[in-house]
């Protein structure tokens, strides 16, 4: 894999950034993708998927949130309070749950004690909970005051026709992840689930034409590649936060690659396209909140199953990996969902419960999937 992607993916403040900071110009981080990147990048703006890998305590997390909480936007905050966000001109958070809600007032509040954690642009952006007619319109008029505040503080205009170049570039970038896919649910994968997770985080904290160009670069390099993942155990990684490669890494080892994802930080969120042709806002609002593949979403569970389903059969997955953020409970009760209906179609499932973070219970978990892998063994030697 390019080292560039992998930088991107592995270090918050990466080369990418580094550069583009040098250049003189901004960076906005967002905590939930249903913030539109496109709106950003029209502005001249990079927008950069605000994680909290690499927190190594919760020193300052467990003082503004308290210790039976998500233990995601506690090292948002940890890595916050740390000046590890410095590089930010500003942050956009979302109620994705009630724990990311509360990072919104706990960095606040962390503000008055620890100076410069805030950014001077600190912008609470509203994303509906179901997707309806009454919705897309509030979420419209969410986008639309987002532009406009984007607009007065950083003194520019996002222009009609820069939207739409955003748009057909993040659709460009889109139908390339999508030929990744590609080449990780054939018969002989030519693409890690490490690889390719790297691949999907370096889209969120790079520019996004240099990303393009490297990720098709990638692409084309596996393409030639003559070493694949055949005859190793197929596996589906799904649930909650996990943007550390390392975990993959650890679940795949030298006998399993991870053919599909649903995941937060995952191949979640690029099927969609946003319409090229109308109202590129009205495009934004309808292709971002009818993603309802995040548990967030209110009465959608069938929907969810249904791709689950779909994408477990398209890339011939022996057994799915259910994992969860400890007190998270939207991915930890449908999990169990997940877990019951899934197994119930023939589908072997994995639930782990874990902290976010360094992988500290690295022997336990990996315990656990070679566990999984022996019953999965069996299954390969009865059929």
Request: hydrophobic share 40%; aromatic share 10%; charged share 30%.
């Amino acid at each position: 894999m390019s080292d560039l992607l992998m930088d991107a993916a592995n270090n918050l403040n990466n080369e990418s950034i580094r550069e583009w900071k040098r250049a003189g110009n901004r960076v906005v981080g967002y905590t939930c993708s249903y913030v539109p990147d496109e709106l950003f990048f029209a502005a001249g703006i990079l927008p950069y998927r605000i994680r909290g890998f690499g927190a190594t305590e919760a020193t300052i997390g467990d003082t503004y949130f308290g210790p039976f909480i998500c233990s995601l936007p506690k090292a948002m905050l940890q890595l916050a309070g740390e000046g590890r966000y410095d590089f930010l001109d500003g942050a956009i958070i979302t109620p994705g749950c009630d724990a990311m809600r509360r990072l919104d007032e706990c960095w606040r509040k962390a503000g008055e004690d620890i100076d410069g954690i805030v950014p001077k642009f600190f912008f609470h952006f509203g994303v509906p909970h179901k997707y309806a007619d009454y919705t897309l319109k509030w979420f419209v008029e969410e986008i639309i005051r987002l532009k406009t505040a984007v607009e007065k503080h950083f003194g520019v205009t996002i222009e009609q026709e820069k939207l739409l170049d955003a748009i057909r570039l993040y659709n460009r970038s889109r139908d390339l992840l999508d030929r990744l896919d590609e080449l990780r649910t054939c018969e002989a994968p030519a693409v890690s689930g490490t690889d390719a997770l790297a691949a999907v985080l370096a889209g969120t904290a790079m520019p996004h034409d240099e990303y393009t160009k490297r990720l098709d670069g990638f692409i084309q390099e596996r393409k030639s590649n003559a070493v694949n993942y055949r005859g190793r155990v197929r596996l589906m990684l799904v649930g909650s936060a996990s943007d550390d490669v390392n975990l993959v890494r650890l679940i795949e080892g030298d006998r399993v690659v991870v053919v599909a994802d649903n995941l937060c930080f995952g191949s979640r969120f690029q099927a969609d396209r946003v319409d090229e042709s109308g109202d590129p806002i009205q495009a934004l609002a309808r292709r971002y909140l009818a993603r309802n593949d995040c548990p967030r979403m209110f009465g959608e569970y069938e929907s969810r199953l249904t791709t689950l389903m779909d994408k477990a059969a398209r890339a011939g997955v022996e057994g799915v990996i259910l994992q969860n953020i400890r007190f998270c409970d939207l991915h930890g009760a449908e999990n169990g969902l997940f877990e019951r209906d899934l197994e119930a179609a023939g589908i072997p499932c994995l639930r782990i419960e874990r902290e976010y973070g360094p992988l500290v219970e690295t022997g336990r978990l990996k315990m656990r999937v070679d566990a999984f892998l022996e019953r999965i063994w069996q299954r390969r030697k009865a059929s």
